[in-house]
């Protein structure tokens, strides 16, 4: 017998698919609605909206899906990151993608006291810092400015998908990502 999941698990799986599906300002109610919980329930758990859109950006595990990605591509550095890539390209190509939720989710909490702009920026970091370390692994001299390379073309293909999906801009990254890792940067 399985048991339904609390509230709070409730709230979270109903606020991640639809502020992912709909954006971040989607109505309270429709997260209500379909996390079949009583307003009282976000309040207790979440202290309300702003802190449920936190925990929803603090939880998505995305970054996580970048590291496995690269954990089942090996251990060479370059595959691991070119793998990210081709992730991307089956990510973005499927029916439901909608874009990458940090980035919307800072585009449109214009408020720049919001809660979640913390968060978002603080995974952007975590992503950043995934990068870093396989460009150091790899001998790339100067990692972090490769790694805001990389993530310049992640972020591109996560918004370029949503407006072109038909161009398949993870293949046009996976190309410049290889360029970028064959080159040395000059002082």
Same mark, same amino acid.
């Given at each position: 017998?399985?048991?339904?999941?609390?509230?709070?698990?409730?709230?979270?799986?109903?606020?991640?698919? %639809?502020? /992912?599906?709909?954006?971040? +300002?989607?109505? *309270?109610?429709?997260?209500?609605? $379909? #996390?079949? *919980? &009583?307003?009282?329930?976000?309040?207790? +758990?979440?202290?309300?909206?702003?802190?449920?859109?936190?925990?929803?950006?603090?939880? #998505? &595990?995305? $970054? @996580?899906?970048?590291?496995?990605?690269?954990?089942?591509?090996?251990?060479?550095?370059?595959?691991?990151?070119?793998?990210?890539?081709?992730?991307?390209?089956?990510?973005?190509?499927?029916?439901?993608?909608?874009?990458?939720?940090?980035?919307?989710?800072?585009?449109?909490?214009?408020?720049? =006291?919001?809660? &979640?702009?913390?968060?978002?920026? @603080?995974?952007?970091?975590?992503? +950043?810092?995934?990068?870093?370390?396989?460009?150091?692994?790899?001998? /790339?001299? $100067?990692?972090?400015?490769?790694?805001?390379?990389?993530? *310049?073309?992640?972020?591109?293909? %996560? &918004? +370029?998908?949503? =407006?072109?999906?038909?161009?398949?801009?993870?293949? !046009? !990254?996976?190309? =410049?990502?290889?360029?970028?890792?064959?080159?040395?940067?000059?002082?």
């Amino acid at each position: 017998m399985t048991t339904r999941p609390g509230p709070r698990e409730r709230l979270l799986a109903a606020a991640r698919d %639809l502020t /992912y599906a709909q954006g971040v +300002h989607v109505g *309270v109610d429709t997260i209500l609605r $379909e #996390a079949d *919980v &009583a307003r009282r329930s976000l309040y207790q +758990h979440f202290g309300g909206k702003d802190g449920l859109i936190v925990e929803v950006l603090r939880t #998505a &595990a995305t $970054e @996580a899906r970048y590291r496995q990605v690269m954990d089942d591509a090996g251990d060479n550095p370059r595959r691991r990151i070119l793998a990210v890539f081709d992730e991307l390209e089956r990510i973005t190509t499927q029916p439901s993608f909608r874009g990458c939720r940090y980035t919307s989710a800072e585009l449109a909490l214009t408020d720049p =006291t919001h809660p &979640a702009h913390p968060e978002i920026r @603080a995974y952007k970091e975590r992503v +950043h810092q995934l990068l870093a370390t396989e460009l150091t692994r790899h001998g /790339y001299p $100067e990692p972090r400015l490769g790694a805001d390379q990389l993530l *310049v073309l992640i972020d591109g293909v %996560l &918004a +370029h998908a949503v =407006t072109r999906p038909d161009a398949h801009p993870a293949l !046009a !990254a996976r190309a =410049t990502a290889e360029l970028l890792l064959d080159h040395t940067p000059q002082p």
